[in-house]
């Protein structure tokens, strides 16, 4: 298998539902981040991972929380969301810099909070 | 205002048909993105550039540093080019991973 994979590609999870979403690259990149999309909205970059180190925390709220195990494996473990948590979340991998490189991106989970 | 600004935010167009989407930022850059998404979400990087020129297939890109724009061009126009076309740079102040992203270009091409 090759590229970025995501799973589940969609998830329906109610507020106080523990989930998990997990993001595998076969590409051999040492940086992996994660991106959410709203509607109407552009993707905004939540985490970043060099190396398994989180390098970058763009002001996300606790209910989310990363987990690199390894620089393949990324994870977006999920607790007591809001609805307006409703998005899709993609995650990407590239070479980390410098100079910056071209980021490959997962299809993305559509999760919907109820 | 945005940091990054697309226009149009709508496109139709026959098949067949050159097509011209713009990108204008306003900080200093280290590199430009021209992304396509599909329905249903999975987005394809077609170019990364910082300066110049860059031509795939139909596709060609061109930055300007200078005037901070960026267009995306497509020749002869096909329904499949359907997508949202998103411009996203990467600040000269920022790190590796701190895309900025324009709300994207809906280009519908029609047969």
């Known amino acids: 298998e090759t590229g970025v994979t995501q799973t589940p590609r969609h998830l329906v999870m109610g507020m106080t539902n523990k989930k998990s979403l997990k993001c595998e690259q076969h590409?051999?990149?040492?940086?992996m981040y994660w991106y959410k999309q709203s509607a109407k909205k552009p993707l905004e970059l939540m985490f970043v991972?060099?190396?398994?180190?989180?390098?970058e925390n763009n002001s996300v709220p606790s209910r989310f929380s990363p987990e690199c195990p390894n620089s393949s494996h990324l994870f977006l473990h999920l607790h007591t969301l809001q609805p307006e948590d409703s998005a899709l979340y993609l995650c990407?991998?590239?070479?980390?810099?410098?100079?910056?490189?071209?980021?490959?991106f997962g299809p993305g989970t559509r999760l919907t909070v109820l | 205002k945005n940091e990054v600004e697309q226009s149009p935010q709508n496109l139709t167009a026959q098949e067949g048909e050159f097509i011209t989407i713009n990108c204008s930022y306003s900080?200093?850059?280290?590199?430009l993105h021209w992304l396509q998404q599909h329905p249903g979400g999975g987005i394809v990087s077609l170019f990364m550039?910082?300066?110049g020129k860059k031509k795939h297939g139909r596709l060609i890109a061109t930055i300007n540093i200078q005037e901070k724009h960026s267009s995306l061009h497509i020749t002869a126009s096909h329904p499949r080019d359907s997508a949202v076309y998103i411009c996203?740079?990467?600040?000269?102040?920022?790190?590796?991973?701190?895309?900025?992203f324009g709300k994207g270009t809906k280009l519908s091409v029609k047969p």
């Open positions: 900080v200093g850059i280290s590199a």
């Open positions: 996203a740079v990467l600040d000269l102040g920022g790190s590796q991973g701190n895309l900025i």
């Open positions: 590409l051999g990149h040492n940086a």
């Open positions: 991972y060099n190396f398994k180190e989180q390098t």
């Open positions: 990407a991998s590239s070479q980390p810099g410098p100079p910056p490189n071209e980021q490959f």
């Open positions: 550039l910082s300066s």
